[in-house]
Each structure stands twice: as structure tokens, then as C-alpha cells.
């Protein structure tokens, strides 16, 4: 009874996620997207310290950089803390063995990344150990690859498949048929 009251106060069901969830997953997602995007000043700062020059001052647009990558990482560990708590909706019925595994590969290596990108990050700069930028760096061009295969396998299992998988990620109002 409690955990039927509870789904329903959050607008959870077996077929979507809940409106937490789904307010983390595209938070999460726009952050990530503008630190891969506006990144010109974090990546002055990268070029700098490779090349072995004096590096500058923290100037406002690395310090964002960093403040938003902590930022991600708090809500990555919210959105980890969530996922075990209030648990996903159910793979469609449909799906393959091979594509399942596959999902899931991608989604924990996703999880990985997102975890790994900041943790590489703060440490290689205020600890300044290249390596670790370097690694950061390398992370952030698999991460990229990893968002195109996620959203191409969204598309497929939609349009394709017949799924209907987006509307999971989707607020509760515009799930509903009216």
C-alpha cells in the first residue's frame, strides 16, 4: 500500500520514469552538452598547460567549467541514489538479448563517464596532474560518441521498433492521451 501511494504521489509507474528522474536526466543532459560546447576558455587553459607555459589566472569561463562539472557530479550521485531507490521502467518486451545487453552497456558506461568526467577533471586541475587531463580530455570524446549512440538508440527503438521509449523521459502531462 505504501509503495502504491508512493508511486502515485510521484506520478511513477512501470511504464515512465519519475518526474525526479526525468528532471535529472534532462538537467543532466543540457549541463553536459554546454561543457562539451562552451568550453573555449577551459581549453585555453588545457592547451597552456600542456605546452608547459604560464598558466593564467582561473578566468570566469573555466571557473564555470568547473563549477558546473561539480555540479553534474552531485546530480549524477542524486540521480545513481534515485535509480537504486525508485528503480526504471522495464525494458520494452520486444527487445533482443543482444540489444539489451547493449543497453545496458551503454547506460553504465554512460554512468561511468558522468561520474569519471568530473572526477578527472577537478583533480587533474587542482592537482594539476596532466595525466589526468589528458584522461579527461580523452573521456570527453568517448562521452560524446556515447550521447550519439544513445540518442540514435532512442530514435531506432522508437521509430524503428515501435517502443515508444521516449515518452518515458518525458514530464507525466505530456504522456498522457487526451
Same mark, same amino acid.
Given at each position: 500500500? =505504501? ?9 511513477? #509507474? ?9 528532471? $535529472?536526466?534532462? #538537467?543532466?543532459?543540457?549541463?553536459? /552538452?554546454? !561543457? ?6 577551459? =581549453? ?5 598547460? !600542456? ?20 555540479? /553534474? ?8 541514489? =534515485? ?5 526504471? &521502467?522495464?525494458? &520494452?518486451?520486444? #527487445?533482443?538479448?543482444? $540489444? ?26 587542482? $592537482?594539476?596532474? =596532466?595525466?589526468?587531463?589528458? %584522461? ?7 562521452? %560524446? ?5 544513445? %540518442? ?17 523521459? $518525458? &514530464? ?7
Amino acid at each position: 500500500m =505504501k509503495k502504491e501511494l508512493f508511486l502515485k504521489a510521484n506520478r511513477y #509507474s512501470k511504464e515512465t520514469y519519475s518526474l525526479t528522474q526525468i528532471m $535529472l536526466h534532462w #538537467s543532466i543532459a543540457a549541463l553536459v /552538452i554546454y !561543457q562539451l560546447v562552451i568550453n573555449k576558455e577551459i =581549453k585555453l587553459w588545457y592547451k597552456q598547460n !600542456q605546452t608547459s607555459l604560464e598558466v593564467p589566472y582561473y578566468s570566469p569561463g573555466a571557473w564555470l567549467h568547473i563549477v558546473l562539472g561539480i555540479t /553534474i557530479f552531485s546530480l549524477m550521485s542524486y540521480r545513481l541514489f =534515485k535509480r537504486i531507490r525508485t528503480g526504471t &521502467p522495464a525494458l &520494452p518486451k520486444n #527487445s533482443f538479448l543482444p $540489444l539489451i545487453l547493449l543497453a545496458r552497456l551503454s547506460h553504465y558506461s554512460l554512468y561511468l563517464l558522468l561520474f569519471s568526467m568530473p572526477l578527472s577533471g577537478f583533480f587533474g586541475w587542482y $592537482l594539476e596532474i =596532466k595525466i589526468l587531463i589528458d %584522461v579527461h580530455y580523452l573521456l570527453s570524446k568517448i562521452l %560524446v560518441g556515447l550521447i550519439l549512440f544513445h %540518442v540514435c538508440a532512442a530514435i531506432f527503438h522508437e521509430g524503428v521498433l515501435g517502443n515508444k521509449i521516449i515518452k518515458r523521459m $518525458l &514530464p507525466p502531462d505530456t504522456n498522457t492521451k487526451h
